[in-house]
């Protein structure tokens, strides 16, 4: 089963890292750090026996 908003259906999704990108060593606009592949969790919460993602709880909120 994967863990998922029940609302929206909003799932972890892989994506790029990188840190210190540009303007840190020197001062100069290069890229200083590698990319590397990490895994962007979304931000589960049980809600009424739901599991929903922040952006649904504060949607139903605003619109009680």
Not at 23 to 40: C, E, I, M, S, Y
């Amino acid at each position: 089963m994967v863990k998922a908003c029940a609302i929206c259906g909003k799932t972890a999704v892989f994506g790029r890292s990188q840190q210190h990108r540009r303007g840190v060593a020197g001062k100069r606009w290069k890229n200083r750090a590698q990319t590397t592949k990490r895994l962007f969790k979304v931000n589960l919460q049980k809600v009424n026996g739901q599991l929903l993602c922040t952006d649904c709880i504060s949607r139903l909120k605003k619109n009680k």
